[in-house]
C-alpha cells in the first residue's frame, strides 16, 4: 500500500495554544508541570488528528517548545558554552533562556529559516565544540506517540544541515571539521531511536536545494555511509527547492527512502524516476506545505499514477515540507467568503487531500471520481472568478515607464535637502515604529470587533494610545518619533485589510518563533488601495508634537512574503501592483506634511531564491518594486527602510539599489558583526545599526549599547549614523522598554558631546 507521511505538523495549535502556554509559563502563570503537560496534550491531539486522517507514519520530533533547531543542539550536546548549561540536565527555564537571554547572556542570535518566515536559534560553533547524545527528549516524545498507538517517524535535522545553519564563534576554523564527531552522535542516536522500536527515522537535509560548495557535498557520501550502519531505516529529505542536479548522487546514498519537493521544483520527479534504485522508497511531496490553495487533485493524480506504474508500493504521498508553515484547520473560518474558502486547504484539509489521492491511486479513479470532479470545477471556478481580475490595476501597471520608480534626485542632493528641514543633531535616535501593544490595546480592539465599542470610541481609544506613546518618546528625549501602531494588529495584515484583493482569516495563525505567531493575509486577486490607510493616524500623531514624526508602512516585499500568495500569476507582479498601492499612500503622507515615511523590508532577505542562478532577476525586481513603492517624493521627504534577522552581506549592491535615504538593520544579537560588510561596501546612505535585542525581556546596560555604537562609528561616518533598536517594540511591556531607550538615548548623548569635542 501507498505510505502517507507528514514531514511534520504545525505545534502551535488550533487556537495557539502553545503559545498561550509559553506566555503563561513565562508570566509565571502556570508551573513548569502545567506546561509540560499542555504541551504534551497538544502533541498527542495533534497525533490523534493525523491517524484519523490515515497518516501511517506520525512524525516524532517536529514538536518544539521554542525551535526545532534548538531542540536539535539539545540532541547533540552542543549549547553554546557561554551559558554554562548542561544539554543532558537543562531545565525547562534554562531551554528558554537560551532563545530569550538571561541576565547574564543574551540569546541566542536568530535568523530566517530558508526562505520563509520562520525564525531559528542559530547553533554557536567553536573549534572545541564537543557533542554528546541525549536522546532522552526524543526517546520521551516517541514513547508518547506509541502509547497511542501510533507508528512513529522520528524527525532528525541532518548533521551537514545542522553544521551549516551553524556559525562560527572564536577562532576561525573550517566548520567541517566538527562533521566526524557530530556522526558519532548521531550514531548513537540513531542506535537509541532503533532499539526503542523505530522503523523509520527521517533525516532533513535542506541544504541540499542550495548551491552548496563542493567539499561540503563530497560530505554526504562518508556521512551517509557512517549513518547507514545504524539500524533504523533512513528516509533522506529535501525541500524548499530542486535537488535534480544532486540526482547521482543522492541515487547512490545508502539511505532507504528520499523526499522530493515537488510543489517548489515538480520537475525534478523525472530525474530521480530514472533509473530509481530498485530497494529504496521516493516520498512525493506533492501537496503545498507552504500555501493555502487547494491541490489541483486530478493533475497531481496524474503525474502520480505515472510514477506508481514504476515504483508500486515505494511511491510515498507527503507534503512538500513540514506543515508547520501552514495555518491549522480551514474549518474555524466560518467568517470567510464562501466561494474563497473553496479554494482554499490549510493543514488539515492537505492531509485529506493526501488521503484522496492515495485512494485514487490504489483503487483508481473512479474510486474518487466525485471528488475529482469537485476539485475540477474549484480549479475552474477560481481561474474564472471576475473577483480575481481589475482591468485598471492591469492599465495602470502597462502604463508605467522605464524610469517610472526613481526618486527626483541622486542620494547626495536628496541628503542635503533632508537635513535643511529636519534639523537633526548628531546621531539622531529613534525607535523601528511600534510601542508596547498593552492590554488596554487588545482590549479595544477586541471589543470593536465583536461590536461593543464603535468606530468613534475605537478612534478616540487608539488616539489616546498614540499621545501616551508620543509624550513617553518626548520624555525619553528620542528625536523621530513614531505614533507607536497602537491601531495596527500586525504589520501586514493591518495594510492587507485595507486593500483590494486581500483575504483574511479568523484562525490562519503560523508560528514565527517562540511564541511569536502571524496570521498572513491571502492575496488572491489584483491588488489597489481603495482610500488612504495609515494617514489620519499620522496626521494625529504630528499634531501632538513639533518633532517629526515617521509614517509608517509595510513594504511591497514583506507584503508578498508574509503573504500567501495567488499562485495563478507571477510573484514579481503581484509584488508591482502592491508597490504602486503604497506609492498611493507615500505620496498622501506626504502632502498631508508627513516628511519622514519609513517602508519597511524586513523580508527583503527571505524572498531570495535559494539558487544563485535565480538571484538577479528576484533583486532587480525586489529592489524595483521598493523603489516604486516611494516615487514621486520630493527630495526633502526622508525615505527609510528597516530590514532584521538576515544576512546581507552576498547582496548589499541590490541593497543600495533600494536607494532608501535610512536603512536600519538587527546587529544587537551578531554583535555589529552585519555593519561591517555594509562599511566593506561602502554602503553610500545612511544606516541605523540596532543597538539592543528587543527580542529578548532583558535591558541593556549603558556600557554595551555603547560598546555597540563604538563598533558601529568605527565603520559608519557619524553623519550618517542613526542610533535605534533591533526591531519594533510591540511584544516588549513598557517598563523594560523605557529603561532600554532611556540607556540608549543617554549613551547617544555623551558621544554626541564627545564628537562635538573632536570637531572642536
Not at 501597471?397 to 535637502?417: C, I, K, M, N, T
Not at 468606530?455 to 507607536?484: C, F, K, S, T
Request: overall charge negative; glycine content about 6%.
Amino acid at each position: 500500500m501507498t505510505t502517507i507521511h507528514l514531514p511534520g505538523f504545525p505545534r502551535i495549535g488550533a487556537k495557539r495554544e502553545l503559545k498561550q502556554l509559553q506566555e503563561s509559563y513565562w508570566k509565571q502563570e502556570i508551573d513548569e508541570a502545567a506546561l509540560l503537560k499542555g504541551a504534551r496534550e497538544l502533541r498527542q491531539r495533534h497525533w490523534l488528528l493525523q491517524k484519523g486522517a490515515g497518516v501511517e507514519l506520525a512524525p516524532v520530533g517536529d514538536f518544539a517548545l521554542y525551535d526545532h533547531v534548538l531542540d536539535a543542539q539539545v540532541l547533540i550536546g552542543a549549547l553554546p558554552g557561554r551559558f554554562g548549561f548542561d544539554a543532558a540536565t537543562l531545565t525547562t527555564a534554562q531551554y528558554f533562556e537560551l532563545g530569550r537571554g538571561n541576565a547574564r547572556q543574551p540569546a541566542l542570535e536568530m535568523t530566517k529559516w530558508f526562505d520563509t518566515n520562520y525564525h531559528y536559534l542559530v547553533p554557536e560553533w567553536q573549534a572545541d565544540t564537543a557533542f554528546s547524545a541525549n536522546p532522552a527528549p526524543l526517546l520521551a516524545q516517541l514513547r508518547e506517540a506509541q502509547a497511542l498507538g501510533l507508528k512513529a517517524k522520528p524527525v532528525l535535522l541532518g548533521p551537514l544541515t545542522l553544521l551549516w545553519l551553524g556559525k562560527v564563534k572564536g577562532t576561525p576554523f573550517d566548520r567541517l571539521s566538527l562533521l566526524p564527531s557530530l556522526l558519532q552522535v548521531y550514531r548513537e542516536l540513531l542506535a537509541e531511536l532503533a532499539a526503542a522500536g523505530t522503523e523509520w527515522v527521517q533525516i532533513d537535509e535542506p541544504i541540499l536545494a542550495l548551491d552548496l560548495p563542493a567539499n561540503w557535498l563530497a560530505a554526504f557520501a562518508p556521512s551517509y555511509h557512517a549513518l547507514a550502519e545504524t539500524p533504523a531505516k533512513l528516509l533522506l529529505a529535501s525541500y524548499f527547492g530542486s535537488v535534480a542536479e544532486h540526482a547521482d548522487r543522492l541515487k547512490a546514498l545508502p539511505v532507504d527512502g528520499l523526499h522530493l519537493d515537488l510543489v517548489r521544483a515538480p520537475e525534478q520527479l523525472d530525474a530521480f524516476l530514472a533509473g530509481w534504485p530498485a530497494d529504496k522508497v521516493l516520498s512525493a511531496g506533492v501537496i503545498d506545505g507552504r500555501n493555502v490553495w487547494r491541490t489541483d487533485l486530478a493533475a497531481e493524480l496524474t503525474r502520480l499514477e505515472a510514477a506508481r506504474a514504476q515504483l508500486g508500493e515505494r511511491l510515498w504521498l507527503a507534503p512538500s515540507c513540514s506543515l508547520l508553515h501552514s495555518p491549522v484547520d480551514l474549518a474555524q473560518e466560518t467568517a470567510l467568503d464562501v466561494e474563497l474558502k473553496t479554494w482554499l486547504a490549510f493543514a488539515v484539509q492537505k492531509l485529506n487531500e493526501l488521503k484522496l489521492l492515495k485512494r485514487g491511486l490504489v483503487d483508481g479513479r473512479d474510486a474518487v471520481a466525485a471528488e475529482l470532479a469537485g476539485s475540477e470545477h474549484v480549479q475552474a471556478s477560481r481561474r474564472a472568478s471576475p473577483r480575481i481580475h481589475r482591468p485598471a490595476v492591469q492599465a495602470r501597471l502597462a502604463r508605467l515607464v522605464p524610469d517610472g520608480d526613481q526618486r527626483h534626485s541622486p542620494y547626495p542632493e536628496r541628503a542635503a535637502a533632508q537635513r535643511a528641514w529636519l534639523q537633526l543633531p548628531a546621531l539622531p535616535t529613534t525607535t523601528i515604529g511600534s510601542f508596547p501593544q498593552t492590554a488596554e490595546i487588545r482590549a479595544a480592539r477586541a471589543a470593536f470587533k465583536r461590536g461593543e465599542l464603535d468606530a468613534a470610541g475605537y478612534a478616540a481609544a487608539m488616539q489616546q494610545e498614540i499621545e501616551h506613546a508620543i509624550r513617553r518618546q518626548e520624555d525619553l528625549g528620542l528625536d523621530v518619533l513614531v505614533h507607536g501602531e497602537a491601531e495596527r494588529n500586525d504589520m501586514v495584515e493591518y495594510f492587507g485589510e485595507q486593500l483590494s484583493g486581500y483575504a483574511f482569516t479568523q484562525f490562519g495563525w503560523v508560528q514565527s518563533y517562540g511564541s511569536r505567531c502571524v496570521k498572513p493575509p491571502i492575496i488572491y486577486g489584483d491588488v489597489e488601495r481603495p482610500t488612504p490607510m495609515t494617514v489620519r493616524w499620522a496626521l494625529y500623531a504630528q499634531s501632538l508634537t513639533t518633532r517629526p514624526v515617521k509614517g509608517m508602512l509595510t513594504g511591497p516585499v514583506t507584503m508578498l512574503q508574509w503573504s500567501f500568495v495567488r499562485n495563478d500569476l507571477a510573484r514579481s507582479e503581484v509584488c508591482r501592483q502592491i508597490a504602486l498601492a503604497l506609492n498611493d499612500e507615500v505620496l498622501d503622507l506626504e502632502n498631508a506634511g508627513i516628511r519622514v515615511i519609513q517602508i519597511d523590508e524586513p523580508a527583503y532577505r527571505e524572498g531570495l531564491p535559494l539558487k544563485k542562478a535565480a538571484l538577479a532577476d528576484y533583486l532587480a525586481w525586489a529592489s524595483a518594486a521598493f523603489r516604486l513603492s516611494a516615487a514621486g517624493t520630493d527630495d526633502a521627504t526622508q525615505i527609510h527602510t528597516h530590514m532584521c534577522y538576515s544576512e546581507f552581506n552576498d547582496i548589499l549592491p541590490a541593497i543600495a539599489a533600494m536607494d532608501a535615504d535610512v536603512i536600519t538593520i538587527e546587529t544587537s544579537r551578531s554583535d555589529m558583526e552585519l555593519l561591517s560588510a555594509f562599511g566593506d561596501f561602502a554602503y553610500p546612505n545612511e544606516i541605523g545599526p540596532g543597538v539592543y535585542d528587543i527580542h529578548s525581556p532583558r535591558v541593556p546596560t549603558e556600557e554595551e549599547i555603547e560598546n555597540l555604537l563604538e563598533k558601529a562609528l568605527a565603520v559608519i561616518p557619524a553623519e550618517r549614523l542613526w542610533v535605534n533598536p533591533d526591531c519594533g517594540l510591540k511584544t516588549r511591556g513598557w517598563p523594560e522598554v523605557e529603561a532600554a531607550l532611556a540607556n540608549m538615548v543617554a549613551v547617544t548623548h555623551r558621544l554626541r558631546a564627545r564628537l562635538a569635542e573632536t570637531v572642536a
